[in-house]
């Protein structure tokens, strides 16, 4: 997606870009697709939250470890055999749905399985991206990966839920699996040089390592600030994933394909906060751009909670996508240009474990509020985590904040945002 060539390489960078949008494609099936399997095996809003849930979990028990391994192994070594063994997993979860065996209990250790080994896929590619393009140019490198895997995964991916269906309820996952194992093949393709590494010094553990990474991440007041923001949106996050199936096709009583307009709508937004993304950034700093897309998508959440109409509820998604797109772009740059080089993937995992730490929970949070009080609560119980998210922001939104000093004569002192 970056569209440049490594040095000494032969093969374009795009290649392993590419990879990691095709496999956003199958993501979107699957993760579509599962919560449609999950209301077709059960009527029980908490059951049904629990497939969610049990996706996030491995983030706390794995995500520091998987950092951690990143920053150790070759990257694109790591990407694509993820990649590899998803594949033959979800295939295999495939081939249990169409003979019938499809249980609750299957789907929520499939869930589970994909987010482990995901801990080492997300924070390698993350770690790999500073080596593929400049980091003055990592802003818009970011832009056109999230761009290109909302394209693939929500505007084409999306749609696409509903025609498999009707071939048939494992054809979504037959297809992710497609998508996995070519994407592995892209990515093998990518030939850079392997990472160069000091040596490790004499005693040195991953539990040790692990602990440099969360003190980095803790001494840097902005990445600080992000991150206990990230997390208590995504307590909130965790209920509105978990339940919006319900909200859609319950509340609304839209069906399938109001299910589809409602992730269309989101990927929409998507895109079009991939556009404003510069302009906002430029005239407010990074951490301003994140402080006002919390701010937005406060008011999207009162109107997905409130108005029952699928026609507000697509509006307002996209509204929600489109300052989702500018959050997530904004808070991986500044992870990426303040972290030092050789730290990433342990910065990374840090961040996004504690950032991820409440998911689950708000994932369980969100089934027992949508059935005690109706499947349109949990959004407005998203709104309240967003406003103490957007509060935890407020004491960071200075435009300059002093950089943790650099161990690699990379990372500067100071960035520009």
């Known amino acids: 997606m970056t569209g440049v ?19 956003s494609f199958g993501d979107a099936l699957r993760t579509a697709a599962l919560p449609l ?25 794995f995500g520091l470890l998987g950092g951690a391994v990143a920053d150790r192994v070759d990257q694109r070594r790591a990407m694509w055999t993820v990649d590899a063994v998803r594949g033959l997993l979800v295939g295999g979860f495939a081939a249990a749905v169409a003979l019938g065996h499809a249980s ?10 994909l987010t482990t080994l995901q801990t080492l896929f997300d924070n390698a590619s993350t770690a790999l991206l500073p080596a593929l393009v400049d980091r003055e140019t990592l802003g818009s490198a970011n832009v056109r990966l999230m761009t290109g895997q909302r394209i693939a995964g929500g505007l084409l ?12 309820a494992a054809a979504p996952f037959a297809a992710d699996a497609g998508t996995f194992l070519v994407a592995a093949v892209l990515v093998a393709s990518l030939r850079i040089p ?17 602990a440099d990474g969360l003190r ?17 949106c995504n307590v909130g996050m965790g209920a509105l994933i978990a339940t919006l199936v319900v909200l859609v096709t319950g509340w609304l009583d839209a069906g399938t394909q109001g299910y589809a307009a409602a992730m269309t709508g989101y990927t929409v937004g998507s895109l079009a906060g991939a556009a404003v993304n510069r302009p906002l950034v430029d005239r407010l700093g990074r951490i301003r751009a994140v ?58 995992a840090a961040f996004r474990t504690l950032a991820v730490a409440g998911a689950p929970l708000g994932a369980l949070l969100g089934g027992a509020v949508a059935t005690a009080w109706g499947p349109n609560t949990p959004a407005l119980l998203t709104a309240v985590f967003f406003v103490l998210s957007v509060t935890a922001l407020i004491p960071v939104r200075r435009p300059d904040v002093v950089v943790v000093a650099p161990d690699d004569g990379v990372t500067t002192a100071q960035v520009t945002r």
């Open 157 to 168: 991916g999306g749609p696409a839920v509903p025609l498999l269906i009707a071939a048939g």
């Open 291 to 348: 402080l006002l897309a919390g701010t937005v998508q406060i008011a999207a959440l009162l109107v997905m909670g409130t108005a029952r109409s699928l026609i507000a509820l697509v509006a307002a998604l996209a509204v929600f996508g489109l300052m989702g797109m500018v959050w997530n772009v904004n808070t991986t740059t500044l992870m990426q240009q303040r972290s030092p080089a050789a730290m990433l993937g342990r910065v990374s």
């Open 194 to 210: 392997a990472p160069e590494r000091k040596p490790r010094p004499a005693g040195s553990t991953l539990r040790r390592e692990i």
């Open 37 to 61: 399997l999950a209301v077709s095996l059960t009527d029980d809003a908490l059951l049904i939250a629990s497939v969610t849930a049990c996706g996030y979990l491995p983030w706390l028990v």
């Open 5 to 23: 060539e490594t040095e000494g390489a032969g093969a374009p960078a795009w290649r392993g870009g590419f990879g990691r949008v095709l496999s």
């Open 104 to 113: 609750i209990g299957l789907l929520i250790a499939l869930a589970f399985a």
């Open 216 to 232: 980095t991440l803790g001494q840097d007041k902005a990445l600080r600030g992000l991150c206990a923001a990230t997390a208590l």
